[in-house]
T-cell receptor, first 111, second 115 residues
Framework: DAKTTQPPSMDCAEGRAANLPCNHS???????VYWYRQIHSQGPQYIIH???NNETNEMASLIITEDRKSSTLILPHATLRDTAVYYC????????????FGSGTKLNVKP | DAGVTQSPTHLIKTRGQQVTLRCSPK?????VSWYQQALGQGPQFIFQ???????QRGNFPDRFSGHQFPNYSSELNVNALLLGDSALYLC??????????????FGAGSRLTVL
């Protein structure tokens, strides 16, 4: 599975959009981009995933560049409860492929 | 609909002891994975169980072993505990038949402290 690069931390004002970048320059054609987040002392929570098209759900939007070498997770209106570590993961969809979690990005949402 | 449940939530052991952690997967899920998360780090894959067999294993010594039962629940056993085994142990479940995502659903974890 390809590795990802994320900034260690970011700040965001409450109510503003939070844009979390992820670089995955060695991504393969059959690898998807997944985002999970982990609120302090809880298990990771699935947010969204995509292959090459932009995706949106009730939690966030995922923007993947045309060359697929990077992506951005967008939380449109960040709240204090969105303060968490956000992990970007690339992997082939398969029940038997592990998820490789890097160090993630600590998002601090401030009032 | 219950998610992934893990027990115990917290436990303290001493070096050399053995520990067993338990996990019940989300309803409808039949695959269980275990992760170890040291303080300040991301989760590290230990192993995965499907159809009561270990399907994949991460870079962990044989002191780490597991089991999956016919009802899909799972146990993680760690023998000869070391101080470095202190961590949050996360169980995640999934189902191969779910189209698309193969999303993992995580439990809240078992916090192990080795003294």
């Amino acid at each position: 599975d390809a590795k990802t690069t994320q900034p260690p931390s970011m700040d965001c004002a409450e109510g503003r959009a939070a844009n979390l970048p992820c670089n995955h320059s060695t991504i393969s054609g059959n690898e998807y981009v997944y985002w999970y987040r982990q609120i302090h002392s809880q298990g990771p929570q699935y947010i969204i995933h995509g292959l090459k098209n932009n995706e949106t759900n009730e939690m966030a939007s995922l923007i993947i560049t045309e060359d697929r070498k990077s992506s951005t997770l967008i939380l449109p209106h960040a709240t204090l409860r969105d303060t968490a570590v956000y992990y970007c993961i690339v992997r082939v969809i398969s029940n038997f492929n592990k998820f490789y979690f890097g160090s993630g990005t600590k998002l601090n949402v401030k009032p | 609909d219950a998610g992934v449940t893990q027990s115990p939530t917290h436990l303290i052991k001493t070096r050399g002891q053995q520990v067993t952690l338990r996990c019940s997967p989300k309803s409808g899920h039949d695959t269980v994975s275990w992760y170890q998360q040291a303080l300040g780090q991301g989760p590290q894959f230990i192993f995965q169980y499907y159809e009561e067999e270990e399907r994949q294993r991460g870079n962990f010594p044989d002191r780490f072993s597991g089991h999956q039962f016919p009802n899909y629940s799972s146990e993680l056993n760690v023998n000869a505990l070391l101080l470095g085994d202190s961590a949050l142990y996360l169980c995640a479940s999934s189902h191969p038949g779910v189209s698309g995502a193969n999303v993992l659903t995580f439990g809240a974890g078992s916090r192990l402290t080795v003294l």
